[in-house]
């Protein structure tokens, strides 16, 4: 343990009112003799320059702040030079209990005993600086492509721009218009993507490939190693950060058969289309007489979700535009727009009122729809369930099918990243590169790499053009933070990387496997797992993984954990209340425990709440040292797990959930009874459920009977 311990207890903010701050100085100087102890009304306040006189004088080099959640005043309570602890006894102690609760004073001791038990542990890191390369490479020439490669230019850094295609543009240089972005939000407008082009051109900042394509993507943020391939010719490129804009492509023409495309001459994409307008007067490929009546269909019936599940309201007002853009062309024209659902959210409500109001455009909700021919070459729409009733047939020169919007192929494969998981980038169950979409959504899988545009989710022109100016703008902090080498999202800053044992690894390589983001490889020669610091999020998921306990950081291990566990003074004797040790996520879990304390419900004092960074981090080898050390029960709890939700880091409760048959094994053969160990899932948002799950939790633990171990241990 550290000879420069400094303690110090804060009874501001109600604290004080319910707790006996002198016990728990009392606590650091007898218990671990620390140096300095002291309490205080605010240290987040004036006091706060005790601190800071503390530590640069050299009398204390670990700092334990006894106060308000981690979560909050990070800043004021950043002291360089020194280590620091946070031991929250506001929100999960003093707030969540009545005063006098005798329990809650017995609560703080024992996180203050913890935090200080942690902060013996905790080692300054040594970050990472090798990495350093100021160069940004966007893969993909459409909107958001040269959205993100101008702003990355603008902000001061070069930009190699890589194109699959022979010229810029992507699909925008194959429209004629875009729905309106400006008021009155009633005609389409021009897209400006050879304005666009043409600036990034002429930018000096921007070296521009065409007809080129990414073949080999090695390294970490920082300094990506990039192979360019162009005429055959490889180019070498070394970059800090990647935006992906690889953008989207229609579906397969099989998909669109229940609606003639491939089978009927008169029935085309919404996309060609827009080629057809381009050159002049839209005719019928068929003949090329003049299509006076057209029909605009979308792929959105209940049939069509599992074959074309990416349109939504891109379609939607897709479909508004080019009616609107076929009667300008032609007054006489008469256009049918033939939808399930009609998205037009905000202002674009008014586009839709303005398409309402064309007496040549007929809109028509039906739940299905099929397309035939008739003897004559028109096309016969077949409309099933409107809401004038039955079944209605209309007949007409052209159909247009909305086409949706996948995402195009090198979400998948188009970076060929040299990544012991794989080449490929990771995707969601729809194609799309795979993002946590509630919190971070830029964030890939593969640190440094950012989506943007329909490559992430279906969008439309002016939400490609933000993304791919906030992708830009998450690329160069990314280069920021690496040559500092701090994490990105979500810990980010965080200066500490795994360390790995290696002469104790026994090469199962669960930790290359199990990494939410490919941050470890295998070395070649040694055949044990490396870290590429710079991918690394900071999750801890590989220390959980390990089965022999050999990666750690340098403030955050399984010894540590162990001897926060090992610290608490749990109560011995006949009548002796249970104790239950709730591991808790730091991002939805340690949050919602918080909240409930701040809303003031009344938590139960018997629980002792350690934060871990993910319950993917929790390795099995702590939760033994819990049972073994005598708590009556651990509780797991972390984020939500599903479709409709997402860890932080990706699959965090989802791995932990994988590993409980194991760990109950372990308790099942200390004869305790696995459940002893509890997993639960809340979301950040659910601090209402709080009290709840902890009373299930301790009225289950009062069921199993109190811990054989902690009365043998006495």
């Not at 950043?78 to 004073?105: C, K, L, M, Y």
């Not at 870290?531 to 022999?548: D, E, F, I, K, Q």
């Not at 162990?562 to 808790?584: I, W």
């Not at 939500?640 to 372990?666: A, K, P, W």
Request: proline fraction near 6%; include cysteine; charge should be neutral.
């Amino acid at each position: 343990m550290t000879n420069k311990l400094g303690v110090y207890v804060c009874s501001g903010c109600g604290i004080g009112e319910r707790l006996l701050a002198g016990s728990l100085t009392k606590i650091a100087k007898c218990e671990f003799a620390a140096p300095v102890a002291q309490s205080a009304r605010a240290f987040c306040l004036e006091e706060a320059e005790w601190i800071r006189n503390d530590v640069g004088k050299g009398v204390v080099d670990s700092v334990v702040i006894a106060a308000c959640s981690p979560r909050v005043n990070t800043d004021v309570f950043a002291f360089p030079g020194a280590t620091v602890e946070r031991v929250n006894i506001r929100e999960q102690v003093a707030w969540s209990h009545p005063a006098g609760d005798p329990e809650a004073q017995a609560m703080a001791e024992d996180h203050l005993r913890m935090g200080i038990a942690r902060a013996a542990k905790r080692k300054a890191p040594a970050p990472y600086t090798e990495a350093n390369e100021r160069r940004v490479l966007v893969v993909g020439g459409g909107i958001a492509g040269l959205n993100a490669a101008l702003h990355a230019a603008a902000a001061g850094f070069e930009v190699v721009l890589v194109e699959r295609e022979a010229r810029l543009g992507g699909a925008v240089a194959r429209l004629k218009s875009q729905y309106p972005t400006r008021p009155p939000y009633q005609a389409p407008e021009k897209t400006k993507i050879d304005r666009l082009i043409e600036q990034v051109e002429a930018s000096t900042r921007i070296l521009v490939y065409t007809g080129a394509q990414v073949a080999r993507v090695a390294g970490q943020p920082g300094r990506f190693n990039v192979t360019v391939t162009r005429n055959g010719k490889p180019a070498e490129l070394v970059v800090g950060a990647i935006v992906l804009a690889t953008g989207w492509k229609p579906p397969d023409k099989a998909r669109l058969d229940a609606y003639g495309y491939g089978r009927i001459a008169n029935v085309v994409t919404s996309l060609e289309l827009e080629e057809m307008a381009a050159k002049g007067p839209v005719r019928r490929p068929s003949d090329g007489r003049p299509a006076k009546t057209v029909a605009l269909i979308s792929v959105d019936s209940a049939a069509d979700e599992k074959q074309i599940p990416h349109a939504g309201n891109v379609e939607s007002l897709v479909a508004l535009k080019q009616a609107i853009d076929l009667r300008a062309d032609d007054p006489e024209r008469q256009v049918y727009v033939a939808y399930r659902y009609m998205h037009t959210p905000g202002q674009n409500e008014y586009f839709y009122k303005a398409a309402q109001q064309d007496p040549g455009i007929f809109l028509a909700r039906t739940a299905e729809r099929a397309v035939s021919e008739d003897k004559n070459g028109r096309v016969l729409v077949e409309l099933d369930s409107t809401p004038l009733g039955g079944r209605q047939q209309i007949a007409v020169d052209l159909v247009v099918v909305g086409t949706g919007m996948e995402p195009a192929s090198p979400a998948v494969e188009g970076l060929h990243l040299d990544y012991l998981q794989g080449e490929g980038m990771p995707v969601n169950r729809f194609g799309c590169a795979d993002s946590n979409f509630i919190c971070f959504p830029y964030e890939t899988r593969r640190t440094g790499i950012y989506a943007a545009g329909c490559v992430r989710k279906a969008m439309d022109i002016a939400e490609s053009t933000r993304d791919g100016t906030a992708a830009a703008l998450k690329a160069i902090q990314c280069i920021e933070l690496s040559s500092a080498g701090a994490a990105v999202h979500p810990r980010v800053g965080d200066l500490a990387y795994p360390e790995i044992l290696t002469r104790h690894c026994t090469q199962c390589w669960r930790c290359t496997e199990e990494c939410p983001f490919g941050a470890i490889e295998v070395n070649a020669a040694t055949r044990t797992p490396e870290v590429n610091p710079n991918r690394c999020r900071r999750c801890g998921t590989c220390l959980g993984a390990c089965p022999v306990q050999v990666i750690s950081f340098p403030d955050y291990s399984v010894n540590m954990l162990s001897a926060m566990v090992h610290a608490a003074a749990l109560p011995m004797g006949d009548g002796a209340g249970p104790r239950v040790l709730v591991l808790a996520c730091e991002n939805d879990a340690y949050p919602a425990i918080d909240m409930a304390g701040i809303n003031r419900a009344n938590l139960p004092g018997s629980v002792r709440i350690v934060p871990v960074r993910c319950l993917g981090s929790v390795n099995r080898a702590v939760v033994a040292e819990a049972v073994i050390a005598g708590y009556d029960a651990v509780a797991l709890m972390g984020c939500r797990s599903g479709e409709d939700y997402q860890c932080h880091f990706i699959h965090g409760s989802e791995v932990l959930n994988t590993r409980m048959d194991n760990i109950r094994e372990v308790i099942d053969r200390m004869a305790l009874g696995p459940e002893r160990v509890q997993y639960l899932e809340v979301a950040i948002s659910e601090a209402a459920k709080i009290p709840g799950m902890l009373n299930d939790v301790l009225e289950k633990a009062r069921a199993f009977g109190a811990s054989p171990l902690r009365f043998a241990a006495e």
